[in-house]
């Protein structure tokens, strides 16, 4: 076969598998969420003059067909091998594995987000916190912390002092030394509920309460976290467990966002594609949970992200009422409207990942 006949060979080859590719993603259905990545994907975005003049259209329409093209799954597991174990690349889209365990290197330290971070806590308690309430708060350290083999980290002990140095009228509450990396997911960024006795210990000392540790664990249902979706090539599965007792179990949950109530492990999530929700339903901005096995007038608000939803069950026994505020997805300027907030106690839950990007507090 002469190079002619070759070349004609090849073009066509590759005409046809074009042309074969571009059919199958014109034909197959769209696919409206990746249950790997925990995400809704791109869809065909509407046509317009105005999206089409100033560009929007073109954006949306490179993501959608990034999104949806066929069997979009199995290339990025092509990808992440190829860069692991071909390249020796020491991560992917920023994740990394050691010790069995996926973790997000997060860097670098964002002194203006940290800032941001004390700006919209300082906002809160000029318009809502006085002499009345005794304010705490505390820092979750993410799994990156836990790890000292050339990855790079943010600096946790500058990340410490500029939120001390802003936020005077509140006490620090240290739990870095509660948590070591067996206290996470292996594919998944939030802590294990069953692992945080340490830091219900720290904090109960700290805000002196009487906290009884008598749990029933019980396994709830296997699931695969957000990182196995960012790093697809490990097929293990974390575990979610649960810590209840008498008192766990005879709470009320009451959701403002849906008008509905709830137990505090909503097991409805079991079917949903992110099972952590498990945990207070997941994310909602505004949850009340009424303890009648509590017959004070003892009351907490938590200020928290997503890792406050495994904590702060285990928080219940001494408070006969607590106020879950997630501000990410409800403004503080308008929690007088819901919230009253004297005499009660007060705690901010916040990740090292939110605060390093704070960028969706409101």
């Not at 002619?4 to 059919?23: A, E, G, P, Q």
């Not at 995400?39 to 975005?45: S, Y």
């Not at 920023?94 to 290197?105: A, H, R, T």
């Not at 005879?250 to 409805?268: A, G, H, Q």
Request: net charge neutral.
């Amino acid at each position: 076969m002469n190079d002619r006949i070759k070349n004609i060979v090849v073009s066509i080859s590759f005409v046809t598998i074009i042309s074969i590719v571009l059919f199958l993603n014109i034909t197959k259905k769209d696919i409206e969420i990746s249950l790997s990545e925990r995400r809704k994907l791109q869809q065909f975005p509407k046509i317009s003059i105005n999206q089409i003049l100033d560009g929007s259209f073109f954006e949306k329409f490179e993501k959608y067909t990034m999104d949806q093209f066929i069997e979009r799954e199995t290339f990025r597991k092509i990808k992440t091998s190829m860069e692991i174990d071909i390249l020796k690349k020491q991560n992917s889209n920023n994740i990394y594995e050691y010790n069995k365990k996926l973790i997000e290197q997060i860097y670098p330290l964002n002194e203006k987000s940290i800032i941001n971070t004390t700006k919209k806590m300082n906002e809160i308690n000029e318009r809502y916190i006085n002499e009345s309430n005794k304010v705490y708060y505390t820092i979750v350290p993410d799994k990156n912390y836990f790890v000292n083999e050339n990855n790079l980290k943010i600096d946790y002990e500058k990340m410490k002092d500029i939120m001390k140095q802003n936020l005077e009228w509140v006490e620090y509450i240290d739990i870095f030394n509660c948590l070591e990396l067996s206290s996470y997911y292996s594919t998944d960024s939030h802590w294990k509920q069953e692992k945080l006795q340490n830091v219900v210990n720290e904090i109960a000392n700290r805000m002196n309460l009487l906290i009884d540790t008598n749990y029933e664990e019980k396994k709830i249902t296997e699931f695969k976290g957000v990182y196995s979706g960012q790093f697809p090539i490990k097929n293990e599965n974390d575990e979610i467990r649960i810590l209840t007792n008498d008192i766990i179990e005879n709470c009320i949950v009451y959701n403002y966002e849906t008008n509905k109530e709830t137990k505090v492990y909503d097991m409805k999530k079991i079917n949903s594609y992110d099972k952590y929700d498990i945990y207070l339903s997941g994310a909602t901005p505004l949850i009340t949970i009424n303890n009648p096995k509590n017959n004070t007038d003892k009351e907490l608000i938590v200020f928290r992200d997503s890792y406050g939803s495994s904590l702060i069950p285990l928080l219940i026994e001494p408070y006969s009422k607590i106020t879950v505020i997630d501000t990410r997805y409800i403004s503080p300027k308008i929690l007088h409207k819901y919230v009253e907030f004297s005499n009660k106690d007060i705690l901010f839950v916040y990740s090292t990942m939110l605060i390093n990007n704070s960028v969706s507090l409101k």
